[in-house]
């Protein structure tokens, strides 16, 4: 088993960015949900209620963000001073962060038609996760529960052969795609190696609307693959794809890295 693919989303819900190599920090990911957009309250906006935001192309540099909408690049350095704070609420945590420069909210809300307003992690806002470590001090940016999915490409596979029209790996928006061996068989794992990062505390991922929009256009495109899931990876009230970690440690991980399970 194998690391296919590695993927880092710097601004919440906008395009992914497909990188090489990821370092995981007590944060997550570096570069991962870093940035979000907030409504008039201060809560998180998402393709949940904005599906425009997909077609927002972002890309994660050593010393800035850069941001594309409709053809047209901005660069936001990260050399942000941290005294602008604000409350923002991502689902039940409500802690604070730091607001960009009020321009590059202003174009974000005009290319997507909405009141927002653009935040970034700062180094006060510490969400933070339970570590199985007292030590180990774990955080998660904007990420709606945990820093890393993980998504097995057999289970796109198995679910694939159930969809009249196949979907893409990006509609599920893993940091971590693994080829595995059997379709499902990541729901079993307690705890894995991949390079020098231990991840464990794994939760399964509850999936939403968002897998129904194409990552490209911005587009619903009707119930699937929700509705198919819906069919046999239900659970109470949840319906499952994927699995959420938490790191145990700093270190690299890379594309074609093997995958260690240890429990």
Request: proline fraction near 6%; charge should be positive; hydrophobic fraction near 40%.
């Amino acid at each position: 088993m194998k690391v296919a693919e590695l993927n880092i989303y710097p601004l919440k819900s906008a395009r992914g960015q497909m990188v090489p190599q990821m370092k995981i920090t007590t944060q997550g990911p570096e570069g991962d949900r870093e940035w979000m957009l907030i409504d008039e309250t201060g809560r998180f906006i998402s393709q949940r209620t904005l599906a425009k935001l997909a077609t927002v192309e972002v890309f994660h540099e050593p010393t800035a963000l850069t941001v594309g909408i409709d053809k047209m690049f901005f660069k936001i350095s990260k050399n942000n001073s941290f005294k602008r704070m604000v409350k923002v609420q991502v689902w039940n945590d409500t802690f604070e962060a730091a607001l960009e420069p009020d321009l590059y909210s202003q174009a974000l809300a005009q290319y997507l038609g909405v009141n927002c307003r653009l935040v970034r992690y700062a180094p006060l806002s510490q969400r933070r996760v339970l570590s199985l470590n007292k030590e180990w001090k774990p955080e998660v940016r904007f990420a709606d529960a945990r820093p890393l999915l993980l998504v097995n490409t057999k289970s796109l596979e198995d679910l694939n052969q159930r969809l009249a029209t196949p979907v893409l790996m990006n509609r599920f928006r893993p940091n971590i795609v693994v080829e595995g061996n059997t379709a499902f068989e990541e729901d079993t794992w307690k705890r894995i190696r991949i390079g020098d990062v231990v991840l464990s505390q794994p939760k399964k991922s509850a999936r939403c609307k968002i897998i129904t929009i194409d990552q490209k256009t911005g587009v619903e495109n009707g119930p699937e693959p929700l509705k198919t899931l819906a069919g046999y990876r239900r659970d109470g009230n949840g319906v499952f794809f994927g699995t959420l970690w938490i790191p145990e440690n700093e270190g690299l991980m890379s594309a074609n890295d093997p995958v260690e399970v240890l429990e």
